[in-house]
């Protein structure tokens, strides 16, 4: 491939020579050697990882052995495995690291990459590699690094066919024209990528299940998936497939998919058995059921949970595990019922069913109580279940916040819905509690996301939009890590050390949800998207529409009253105090306001505007500051990869554009309906 | 096939048994035997579609020679091939037959069709089943009938891939994936039915030319195209074929596509022998060019005309035309641009190039000027090119009037274009003496418009949008018959006798445009559907889009400005007294009012109603009248086919449901918008 068309394909994984000449010193200083001892599949993946990375960066391949010469090496290895690791840690040392865990300490010219489980050495060996690239000294190196969440998954909404739902930087690695793809070598380079930030698990396809993907569970596909499985295998990553709930049915073998029938019972029993006889370690099931025209229990006047426990018990003596989405709602609302609330859906359908699932059971949960819009309140579903295991799910995808056309780096809001205090057991039971099981004591907890890569070359379509990626899985491993910190650390992988650099590209990213927050649908009442595809403005292009998602702006003012007192009663799903705030106009956060009331276009904010003043003044703003990013990245010339930058600036100028094209639409259409001008007499048309 | 799926396929060709005893008798008084004395290929068509139809309605086949037992008997010719025929007419009589017209003549026990040529006798065959189908008696029968039109085409929309655009019906019956159907019989089913009603010309390809259409050029596709074009010869139907004006670039041969170059020039005129060596009759081009991305004269600055004339001279030599169409303008309009006016461009772009076309040219102008919505005024186009041919362009496929879910009976929209009064050689120059060339004494007129049928078994989908096609043959044969007239000869046709049928289907029919109307965009403003595939209300679904469809609703008032003085000064392209009957919103008729002005929501309308009031009256109404279609369709069963019975109970469910969806979301909008009340109080969401 030429270098252009290849730009930005090792993404935060750089093989080149270092030129900065201190970290360069750095690298050079430590990495004579490498020394192991065990015969393990992910110890010998975190060596050669290791080999090829500095052997990249330095032109001097390490040696497999401890130097004669006195310079720095490695010694890799569990403590099981390796006495030599093992004595350089005492027993309450190595007792606090958990299964995919490590230390990193050094000891004189040794640096020790230990782990309980060689999965732990191969994330030590990644976190080796990024402190090569970021730091700048290990003189004081001696770090324990634990995963705040047992699970970190993945979601590809990969379809056979090689099309990606919602996806935005090309056709799919995985797929091509109703087969799995014969050449897997870019799947290997992206499961890579994965492990060098901790991702555990991948459902490698769409959680839509059409009628190819159904039979992902049949002869047609089981070797080709044996392949797969083995790529990511070689990184620690398991694989998941989703399933259709239908499937038993749709396969030709059975008359229903009644979760309480004793052939269907029997019928994913054998599927289980046929599949762990091939993929030894797979991760399990990931089932969108019931939502969206998908089939699910409800089919047989089941609930939730008799499905999801009836493919869990099939699965439960392998070790698997069923992943259930609580993407459930009625998506042929009628628009001209008030009462329906698709915000409530969630919680309504599943905390009646707390307790009742099997412990290899875990729901999927959506961040916010709608779908990944660019501001949303937390679900309240986050800690309204104690009895059951919960995953956070996050869209990486920028299906709602700019198709990776617009700059949205994700990580702040992410975070904001992690830190997100529930109260549930008091002060601090915050959601990132809640997901990775500590608040309840749950044993199974954790991340899921919807990846945001496809076949273009830099993965992500926008070259900034590995950010997100990277973002996603430092935070799966540690939620308390900072947006800005992980920011710095992705830029200094991606684009060098050069401060001018890191410090642009930092203030572009973390100013960037701001301004596509700012220019797009206000005050958090979301969706003024054109349908189906979701790209561009459109006031009302889900206002009729039977997905339950609508502003309900008149010539008066514009909100959904979610309280309980004259609204939907979504409020109250809250714990105190946050179901009191919610419930008044006057306590609930600004940026949130439309989510949970109807006000007036004359109400005024918290900032002192008013509603109709703050839609006009954020839209003028948010595309002047679009422009202005523009003006940053083009200062970048010259000072990251030309290829790259010429990616990035097609994009920024898009952005520019089309931030214009939707500060007009929400300008035009606020103003026309309430026909209140603008106070600084600005252009609405 | 069965008799379920088949319902519905003969149309108005009925080939059942006659029962209603009074038709029984007629056709078996005149029907004992055809005779012929040419072999002449039109009038061996019209022998064998006299016999077949004859012998199915009375299960007895008549004799090729005058009936020895006295029975009435029919002679078929033209006058100068049949000695018999032209002693029956003086020379007078004769002489007044045009080309494709003929003469139905009672004498004795002799019934003569007559033609001057073997197509005025296959038409001549066509008008006597129908009397027979339809009539009571021949014993007064001495009609002249010559068509208004010389040219009476029909354009296929399909692309070969099998789909249709704006196809409402199933899929082509012309191709499937990528090919040419092997099996012709279904298309020469299709060719029957149009000559039956006079159809000359049908292009088969839409006008949108893609990779594989592009081709048709070409030996890919040429032999089977041949074979189509044989089909429709049967019939007297020439076929044409349209073109992609990129073809000499795009099919490889040559780097321009320039009209003025001598290459281009030559490219065409080998592809024409090439055409006319396989097609001798082939009729000729339909382009679509410089319009909504599609390539034109305009890449090479050269005007329409240079674009016209350059194809029309490689097809002069065999007697080919060239169809151009004038649906030309810029798709790419900025929404904030108010003095961009789409209804205007076809004048524009057309008017300055009068004169300048080859004979051999004709403009195809869409009967409005925007698009084939509900409502429209005329385009002013029609009588401002003297000295230009011109076709007038119809949609029987129901784009935006309901997509073959909704009844919409079109003949009485069509009448009231053609009837249209453009004065511009003073008082009843119509229309549809511009469209026939006698206004300006053309040599070529008539009518164009895009089909509606596909591979649904009753051809349209909709059982009763049968009478659309039909309709539009009928109208461009003679564009003076009246629109209940059309419908109760084709409810004759279809359904039979009985009184009770055809007033209800005609009753139906007759009210159907109306009904449409009153339940969708108002008052002539147009555009309120759903972005592309234009089912359903969406009403700002086009409002900040690019295709230069807009209302311009605000909290105040509504409409677009086309007046001289304060708006577009699309009026002034129409002739006085139009012009200045659209200037004002006071002359402007209210169903047109939106389209002319923007007027408050309080303006009070001839009907003495205020906007915002009728736009709620109609609407409520519409609904209503919706559902009583309902109940006026379920009063025939029993009566009708039990199975047409059923395809058209579902259809008019439909609609009734999907007018309610319409009346609400209409009338919600503008409540919300003007927040004025309905004054009967009724419920607005």
Redesign the interface.
């Given at each position: 491939m030429k270098e252009a068309a290849q730009a930005g394909y090792e993404a935060w994984l750089r093989k080149r020579t270092v030129t900065d000449q201190t970290q360069l010193s750095l690298i050079m200083r430590w990495t004579n050697g490498i020394v192991l001892e065990e015969d393990d599949r992910y110890i010998q993946t975190a060596a050669s990882e290791l080999a090829e990375m500095i052997a990249a960066w330095t032109g001097r391949r390490p040696s497999d052995s401890v130097p004669g010469d006195g310079g720095g090496w490695l010694r890799i290895g569990t403590f099981m495995g390796s006495s030599e690791v093992a004595r350089a840690f005492s027993e309450e040392e190595m007792s606090v690291v958990q299964e995919d865990g490590f230390r990193l300490r050094r000891l004189g010219e040794r640096v020790l990459i230990a782990g309980m489980t060689g999965r732990g050495v191969l994330y030590g060996a990644f976190a080796f590699l990024r402190l090569m690239q970021t730091g700048d000294s290990l003189d004081e190196l001696d770090e324990l690094s634990n995963p705040a969440n047992s699970l970190r998954l993945i979601n590809q909404w990969d379809n056979v066919d090689g099309s990606i739902e919602r996806g935005y930087s090309g056709q799919s690695i995985f797929y091509a024209e109703g087969e799995i793809v014969r050449d897997l070598s870019r799947v290997r380079d992206y499961a890579r990528l994965l492990a060098s930030v901790g991702i555990n698990g991948i459902v490698i396809n769409n959680v839509n299940v059409h009628k190819l993907e159904t039979m992902f569970l049949t002869e047609k596909y089981l070797p080709r998936i044996v392949e797969v499985a083995n790529v990511f295998r070689t990184y620690g990553i398991r694989l998941f497939l989703s399933i259709n709930f239908a499937a038993p049915i749709e396969l030709g073998d059975l008359p229903t998919a009644d979760p309480l029938d004793e052939a269907v019972k029997d019928w994913w029993k054998e599927r289980a058995r046929e599949l762990y006889g091939r993929i030894p370690d797979f991760g399990g099931f990931l089932v969108k059921a019931d939502s969206e025209f998908r089939p699910g229990p409800f089919t047989y006047g089941r609930d939730h949970a008799d499905g999801a426990n009836m493919l869990a018990e099939a699965l439960a003596p392998y070790g698997g595990l069923i992943v259930w989405r609580c993407f459930v709602y009625n998506c042929n609302q009628d628009?001209?019922d008030r009462k329906t609330d698709r915000a409530r859906a969630a919680y309504d359908h599943f905390t009646p069913l707390d307790g009742r699932f099997m412990d290899n059971v875990v729901l999927q949960v959506k961040n916010g109580p709608m779908d990944f819009q660019v501001r949303e309140p937390v679900s309240p579903l986050f800690g309204a279940m104690p009895n059951t295991n919960m995953l956070i799910e996050f869209q990486i995808t920028q299906e709602y916040t700019g198709q990776q056309r617009h700059l949205c780096y994700l990580v702040p809001q992410w975070k904001e819905a992690l830190d997100f205090d529930t109260y549930l057991r008091g002060e601090g039971s915050t959601v990132k509690k809640v997901a990775d099981g500590s608040l309840f004591g749950r044993p199974l907890g954790g991340f899921a996301a919807v990846s945001n890569i496809g076949s273009d070359a830099n993965w992500t379509g926008h070259p900034l939009a590995q950010a997100n990626l990277y973002g996603y899985g430092r935070l799966a491993w540690d939620p308390d890590l900072s947006a800005d910190g992980i920011a710095v650390e992705w830029t200094k992988q991606t684009f060098g050390h050069n401060d001018y650099v890191i410090r642009t590209v930092l203030a572009m990213l973390m100013s960037s949800w701001g301004v596509y927050e700012s220019y797009t649908a206000p005050l958090g009442v979301g969706w003024m998207v054109?349908?189906n595809h979701h790209y561009g403005?459109?006031?009302?292009?889900y206002e009729?529409s039977m997905w339950g998602t609508y502003h309900f702006?008149?010539?008066?003012g514009i909100g959904v009253d979610r309280s309980v007192h004259t609204g939907t009663g979504y409020a109250g799903q809250y714990h105190s105090p946050h179901s009191e705030r919610f419930e008044s106009a006057e306590t609930t956060p600004d940026e949130l306001l439309l989510f949970f009331h109807h006000v007036p276009y004359r109400h005024r904010l918290h900032s002192g505007k008013t509603v109709i003043q703050h839609i006009y003044d954020t839209h003028f703003e948010g595309a002047e500051r679009a422009e202005e990013l523009v003006d940053q990245w083009e200062g970048l010339k010259g000072y990251i990869d030309h290829n790259i930058f010429e990616q990035g600036l097609s994009r920024f100028q898009e952005q520019a554009e089309h931030a214009k094209e939707w500060r007009?639409?929400i300008n035009?259409?606020f103003?026309?309906?309430?026909?209140i001008a603008d106070e600084q007499g600005r252009t609405l048309?």
């Open positions: 628009w001209r054109k349908p403005p459109d006031v009302d292009g009729y702006a008149d010539c008066r007009d639409v035009t259409y103003w026309r309906k309430s026909g048309y």
